[in-house]
């Protein structure tokens, strides 16, 4: 039903990106760090937020800009968050008048977002003049560019793009997402912009995005830190001309599966590259009594530190798997439950009715190895399952985390 | 009031202990393991315990035999948690056997408890040869060795002694503790047992061992992980001779601050202690709300990676702090928000009104490179206060975790 394809966020009809180095830090004289993203024709518009009472003030522009459900373009920097500072306001007001200006858009349909550090000024010098060396260059191959611009501590870029059909028509979805630390289960990611030519009205898109993000960025969790900064933003241009959706049906369903399905693999390689992440990890629970449990259960123990710590260890130390499921606050009898961890190289059972079993310690290692862990949770009480996503705690995260601002 | 002197679980009238290397890990030929603590009085006891849904089954027997409100001796060893195990219930039983046995109580009279890795069997040999060749050794020197063979990865004993008066009496407060790793605010700790020679009620007893723990051990993190085994119980001889508190009068409130202040005192030496710990935190929040938002402020800063990896590296990155007041759900206006970091070597503001304001980078270096740190916060929208304790987020931490169980 969906089909990923190359591309990212300008991979739907009418958009166009680019991203450069504007030095937003100055000591960065390379890394491209101010992108914009356009589209050739005003779009439906929606966005979600970080849930942090401390927030970026390029959301609260953001919100009052989206009030009309339209939106033609972004304008979003990394290097600074622009959080905390008693002029963020007016800083991501002119961010928009300088993408306004550049575009040639009306200013009130620009999103803008920043991320980076917390608590420094922001400077708007180099970010006009980054705008203005982006004019008349916006095109397909930048959008690859953007997804760089938006990167913090990202060690990869993250886009994607898939194609789905809608009422007989070819639509397509792209996407570009940014994450590494600060990331929690809450909206779990710091920066993600999702582009779509499919014809939808801004109420059913804000409804989709909403579904959408619930089994895929609200299951992440790098650190435990919900962001100040997290901004979710779609922009459909309507150019795949399929039947406008404007109600929940069967196109709407559709629609909702395929952004999921988009989001999901955004969110795992949001996982896969947590700052100082060696390895991705997936929790996948079933046989919960209800969602909620399962949820529960999923982010309890991909947020375990322990359990983190372990498997960047390569060691299958169940036990902390049942530690992390009995706090989790979830509706489980332990006596029911079998844990296994999965790789490429296999899958082993290590815990069955809440004890533990034999097994080859040397076949858990071989498995614990490869980059992409499945901890597989079975609880045997019901019929309900969840995923989430994270990765291992290591060395490195302590190195980057200890000094980042410097 | 409250005079801190040497000792530990023995200080106090009637109660001896030991602890000697049975070797529960058979590659363990050195560390103390298993310790016995005796009062040579029946005493009026009680405890609280994990709330993890996954629970040692000592819990499970520690709680019948303190039905009544008495014991009179405590078996515990390091080691092994004897949790998740199908004869874990049939061991903590024969634990308590091999206790009486030696030391001549009623098998119904002693607590029971274990630490160490979950989901291993615990083999009895050991503690019953361990617990033969203490027979006839308790002594009150042999308190520090307990302190000791309760330890896991703690580096250090955590001992404490007070003397407070109590109806013109002399009364003495013992304990000892460990924890190191899988420490949360929720009874934020593996093991401790506490002694006295005040005459209290059972009832009583209890009623203040749960005020004393809300604000010592109930505001303790290490890394959010909540053991399966965590166990506080106290045990009161009665051999102070002082007017028995059988109701909530000023002798059971100068009780209560007196226990609090000793659970206190442990629970810096468990945060200092924390599992690849280089320094202790302490998170004063003033002008809260309610107490309810000061706990959960207080927490939430204690309780986050990328704060604890900051003040690892000694960055004064107070955008960490902001960010982890604003997600953690207390009522809090962001711009009456002040944070201020503290040591032995200084004061250096570093937001006001919710904003960054100009501090030297240096003067935050050498205030942070110090080994305890306070982290100020002032909300500026009420009278409350609370006061948690952490510990920065290091390589050891990892290592340490990375592979427990080899």
Known sequence: MYKFIDGGVTAPQGFTAQGICASIKPSNKTKRDLALIYCDTLCNAAAVFTKNLVKSDTIAVTKEHLKNGKAQAVIVNSGNANTCNADGYEKAVRMCEIASDVLGVDKENVIVASTGVIGEILPIEPIEKGAEAMRGKLSKDGGTNAAEAIMTTDTVKKEIAMTMTLGGKTVTVGGIAKGSGMIHINMGTMLSFVTTDAAI????????????????????????????????????????E???????????????????????????????????????????????????????????????????????????????????????????????????????????????????????????????????????????????????????????????NGDYRT
């Open 201 to 240: 009205t801004a109420d059913m898109l804000e409804c989709a995005l909403k579904e959408a993000v619930e089994d895929s960025y609200n299951m992440v969790s790098v650190d435990g830190d919900t962001s100040t900064n997290d901004t979710l933003a779609i922009m459909a241009s309507g150019k795949a």
């Open 242 to 400: 399929n039947p406008e959706i404007t109600e929940k049906n069967e196109d709407y369903k559709t629609f909702v599966q395929g952004l999921t399905e988009a989001f999901r693999m955004l969110a795992k390689k949001l996982a896969a590259d947590g700052e100082g992440a060696s390895k991705l990890l997936v929790c996948k629970v079933s046989g919960a009594k209800t969602k909620q449990d399962a949820i529960k259960v999923s982010k309890s123990v991909i947020c375990s530190s322990l359990l983190k710590a372990a498997m960047f260890g390569a060691d299958a130390n169940w036990g902390r798997v049942l530690c992390a499921i009995g706090y989790s606050g979830a509706d489980v009898d332990i006596k029911k439950v079998a844990v296994s961890f999965k790789s490429s190289k296999g899958i082993i059972d290590v815990c069955k009715d809440g004890a533990g079993i034999p097994f080859s310690e040397e076949k858990g290692k071989e498995i614990l190895l490869e980059n992409e862990i499945e901890i597989i949770v079975t609880l045997g009480d019901g019929n309900s399952e969840a995923e989430a996503y994270g990765c291992d705690l290591t060395y490195d995260y302590v190195k980057i």
